[in-house]
DNA sequence: CATTATAGTGACCAAGTGGTCACCTGTCAA
DNA sequence: TTGACAGGTGACCACTTGGTCACTATAATG
């Protein structure tokens, strides 16, 4: 059974994503782990702590799913392989519950603390971008892309599909929608692109 | 000189800015303008109340600015001053105080209010990219530019640069960087669709 | 068995919140 | 002159917030 230090953290990241640190309050917080309010201090020391925390088990989380090489994934044997590729990693990342709650703390609390303003550039810029930039290097060493830069290349393919991501996110109802699109967008820079 | 009620909802704008709806205050609101708290009430019936008044400002200065064909750039004659034409507009919705504010505030708040929801769609995807799409359909039509879809088109070029828009906002000791990418990246982006 | 550490409780506190109220003051019209 | 009114004030209220404290129960350990 999950540790109660553990479980805290887990419904705090629930309640931090949705009403943010400032709103996120303590009592609701133990309410819904059945605890007495006083019982979070014997784990943390603060509702600071417990945010500090939340973050550190981000982190780690990201780190270890898509932080080193090893999480690399395979370069695609065909053009229509990416397009699946893309298409996959997307709908994995508009329908994980952990990472739909990271990515809404990220964006409403960008601009109130240091750590997640980077994390912001990290998650949603740089390192997605990184990720597809050895994609396609890999695909041009291949011959299945025309020869580019593959950091612009992936820059302006990473940034028009998390977008969308985030369209998803702020209005789920039209995520069929934002799917398509993504898919239409996926399709279009592939024919462009494409050897 | 300006009515106390504008003077409200200008100040409030800031506050809603930098901390949120739930970390806006009305007591430092009322310190800001040399008021007291009761006078806001003089003018308003609520936080709430000011916050919609604020919202309908920002809507109304938003319609006023981009909203009407009459708004619309002309078309660039050239690839060149197509460049030049996103520059200035680039720079400008990173300098303007007002769009500044406005900005921060949609993206802090676009999952707390569904008012604000909508406008961040808006403002940040699909406003912005019909203005682009018209710009780039005058530029085929005059065969400044290959034929393509230019909806496709559009968006494609205005989710990165509003990407890295965000990223002036997040991160403003980045903001020369930002524009430099930015700038990257629309010549990138003639260089491939230039007829 | 006694002791000690751990996890939990509920009452309480100080500070901050949005909002109300009685009151004041100048302006302007009847 | 007087009365209505718009704009402004400070004291006050109820409620919420993060945090503390004395206390309890249980399990492990010398």
Redesign the interface.
């Known amino acids: 059974m999950e540790s109660t230090r553990e479980r805290i953290l887990d419904e705090a990241l629930i309640m931090f994503a ?3 640190y ?2 996120a309050n303590l009592r609701d917080l133990a309410a819904r782990l059945s605890l007495s309010k006083s019982a979070l201090y014997k784990h943390y020391d603060s509702k600071e702590a417990i945010w500090h925390a939340v973050l550190d088990k981000m982190e780690a989380h990201y780190a270890r799913n898509f932080g080193s090489v090893d999480n690399l994934p395979p370069t695609p044997d065909s053009c229509e392989e990416l397009v699946q590729l893309s298409l996959r990693m997307i709908h994995f990342t508009v329908s994980d519950p952990h990472i739909i709650l990271t990515r ?1 703390l990220i ?6 603390d240091e750590r997640v ?1 980077r994390m ?2 990290k998650y ?2 740089e390192g997605t971008a990184g990720i597809y930039e050895k994609v396609f290097a890999g695909m041009m060493a291949k011959g299945l892309l025309k020869p580019a ?1 593959p950091a ?1 290349l992936a ?2 393919f990473t ?2 599909v ?2 969308l991501i985030h ?1 998803c ?3 789920p109802e039209r995520q069929a929608e934002a799917l398509a ?1 993504a898919e ?2 996926v399709r ?2 592939v024919s ?1 692109h494409a050897a």
Not at 107 to 112: A, D, G, K, R, W
């Open positions: 949705e009403n943010g400032r709103g809404r964006i409403t609390e960008q601009f109130h303003c912001a550039t949603f810029l830069d612009m820059f302006s940034a028009p998390s977008s369209l996110a702020r209005e699109r239409a967008f279009y820079f462009i």
